[in-house]
């Protein structure tokens, strides 16, 4: 549980009861003044974007670099018992490339943390690797590292680092949450709906064509983040944007 203040009162408050993007702003708040600190760090270091948006932005030297970080949980995220670890694989690496997407950067180094129970398969990790190293090398990512610890659960946090697009002049270029507008339209890449399908087809097996299957199956399997569009929303002026991973409709609300 985390602790709030209401008139002087500290409130206990469950995690379930103040959602997940609650408990971000609550983190957010009570790091406001960390996040201010990077000027301690000297004129050649600064934070750009901190927490609330798809990944982090800071300056250092002549270099704007991105940060992202995403985890998958078993029983929660994916099935305990999991027959496709190579597309489990594929897909823990392209959440984190997608959230470089969504801010017009290139994807450039990981790291993989796996929590994992005593009689996990050695065989069901490398396959797991097989699918983060092959998109890995799909976007031009290198995995450099990581850690494995024991868990009563399976595990997957990848962490990854990036680029950030610059202008003509060398400035950092990003696409932000926060820079919409009145009057801006909206616009989603690819279609919705596709990888929820593909979820509902895995778990209630619904009648489908074997093409419509196969199509939907691999929207949810193998999602294919959109790199160089991203990079191409930049170069038209676009300025506005974001993952919508978690569903259009909650996440036009954080724009």
């Not at 209630?204 to 983040?225: D, G, H, I, T």
């Amino acid at each position: 549980m985390v602790e709030g203040k209401t008139d002087g009162i500290i409130e206990s408050v469950k995690v379930s009861e103040l959602g997940e993007f609650g408990l971000i702003e609550r983190i957010r708040e009570e790091l406001g003044a960390q996040q201010t600190a990077s000027k301690a760090l000297g004129p050649r270091s600064k934070l750009l974007i901190g927490i609330g948006d798809d990944a982090a932005l800071w300056q250092s030297n002549a270099t704007a670099h991105l940060a992202t970080t995403d985890t998958l949980v078993a029983g929660v995220h994916f099935p305990r018992e999991v027959s496709g670890w190579e597309d489990l694989g594929w897909k823990a690496m392209t959440a984190n490339i997608s959230d470089i997407a969504a801010m017009g950067g290139t994807p450039e180094y990981a790291l993989v943390t796996l929590a994992l129970p005593a009689d996990f398969l050695v065989e069901d990790v490398l396959t797991l690797y097989r699918g983060m190293s092959a998109a890995a090398n799909e976007y031009g990512v290198l995995i450099a590292g990581g850690d494995v610890v024991r868990a009563a659960e399976a595990m997957i946090s990848v962490a990854l680092t990036g680029r950030a697009s610059e202008s003509q002049r060398g400035e950092p270029l990003t696409l932000r949450r926060d820079e919409a507008k009145a009057g801006d339209l909206v616009a989603v890449s690819g279609s919705l709906g596709n990888a929820a399908g593909g979820l509902r087809l895995i778990l209630e097996r619904v009648p489908c064509s074997p093409e419509a299957s196969a199509y939907l199956r691999r929207a949810q399997l193998r999602p294919r983040p959109h790199v160089e569009l991203g990079q191409a929303l930049l170069r038209a002026g676009v300025r506005c944007a974001i993952d919508i991973s978690d569903g259009l409709a909650q996440d036009l609300r954080h724009v």
